[in-house]
């Protein structure tokens, strides 16, 4: 039978396993523990008994970390953050173990959700100078996707990781086909056009005098994941939308999706393995769903643009496309190291508590 202190360590732990690289949440967590052990605007009987005392604060506290570690701060939903204090994740009884034996340890419990931040870091940082010699000769869409699929530490970040390879090919074709798309009004509604030519003209870009207006097609990635994109991935000013679904899905999963995009075309992005799923299960969509396009073929026209017919105009700009998006969406911190050692963590004693580990 574990004692509380373990109990409350395996949640802990459950808790950073779940998470991606940006580790919002267990930051979260760390930064109640810091404020509760030197800035002493929470005690250890608030954090048992008066959740509302932290709740939304410690939001802010530990966006200001993330948005000095990495640049970045959670734009998920409220209902999503608070979760973080429900029986499944860290709820106030765990926290005040957590937050008396990080108190007894000078910060112990902090420290060692820092090392973990530090860990999924230095495989960031892995992958980014991977990409980073990457060439049209060398890249191996497959074994980079792959690394997110071995390495436990970054397996959670393996969505946004199908997002930007789906991304980084979809612009660049679209934007190398020079695709053009051609917005008008109908003769006979010139009329109408003249009654609401201010709305015309603010919103559709068209006017009496000029009835036609032609732009380049583009491909818009949706950004953070959150409640209110309802799935959407990204969006393409000529019509689609598309989704990248990475994860296996059960059939009721998968019917979400009918309830869950606005949306007239909608193009899936899947494994080859789920591919009949959502054949079987979209069918109710009908012509909502333009394409179901497959990994094999993403790896298959990755080849195509790198090593292809046409690699020499295609190739170096999928490739900073790609390694963009990657630093876009997985920064790495350059201040870790000086954050670590202003807070003193290098110079947290060795002890018995289960929370202390070697640098």
């Known amino acids: 039978m574990p004692t509380p202190l373990e109990f409350s360590k395996k949640k802990l732990d459950i808790l950073i396993q779940k998470q991606r690289v940006d580790m919002y949440k ?3 967590i760390a930064e109640i523990l810091y404020h509760a052990r030197t800035q002493k605007d929470l005690t250890l009987e608030d954090l048992k008994s008066n959740l509302e005392s932290y709740r939304n604060i410690s939001k802010k506290w530990r966006d200001n970390i993330t948005l000095r570690l990495v640049g970045h ?3 998920s939903s409220q209902k999503y953050q608070d979760n973080l204090f429900e029986a499944n994740a860290i709820p106030p009884d765990v926290l005040y173990i957590l937050a008396d034996e990080n108190q007894k340890y000078k910060g112990v419990v ?3 959700i820092y090392q973990q931040f530090r860990e999924r870091q230095k495989r960031i940082l892995r992958l980014a100078k991977l990409l980073d010699n990457a060439s049209t000769s060398n890249f191996k ?8 699929i071995t390495d436990k530490g970054i397996r959670r970040s393996i969505d946004k990781a199908y997002e930007i390879v789906v991304y980084a090919l979809f612009d660049t074709l679209v934007k190398h086909l020079r695709v053009q798309i051609t917005l008008s009004t109908d003769n006979s509604k010139i009329q109408l056009l003249q009654e609401f030519e201010e709305f015309a003209k603010a919103v559709l870009g068209i006017d009496s005098k000029t009835p036609r207006l032609i732009i380049g097609a583009k491909v818009y990635r949706a950004g953070a994941t959150n409640a209110a994109d309802r799935g959407l991935d990204m969006w393409a000013n000529f019509g689609p939308v598309v989704q990248v679904k990475h994860l296996s899905l059960s059939e009721d999963l998968a019917e979400d999706i009918s309830d869950s995009v606005d949306a007239d075309r909608i193009v899936i992005v899947c494994k080859d393995a789920e591919r009949m799923t959502y054949e079987r299960v979209l069918k109710q969509l009908g012509q909502r769903v333009q394409a179901i396009i497959v990994e094999s073929q993403l790896v298959q026209w990755y080849e195509k643009a790198l090593r292809g017919k046409y690699s020499s105009e295609l190739g170096n700009d999928l490739l ?3 390694k963009q998006e990657f630093k876009n969406e997985f920064p790495y911190s350059d201040s870790f190291e000086d954050f670590y050692k202003e807070r003193e963590y290098d110079k947290v004693p060795k002890s ?3 929370f202390w580990q070697a640098d």
């Open 352 to 354: 018995n508590s289960i």
């Open 141 to 148: 869409l497959q074994s980079f996707l792959n690394e997110f």
């Open 110 to 112: 902090e420290r060692y």
């Open 73 to 75: 701060f959670s734009t």
């Open 26 to 28: 267990p930051i979260q």
């Open 320 to 322: 900073n496309c790609l």
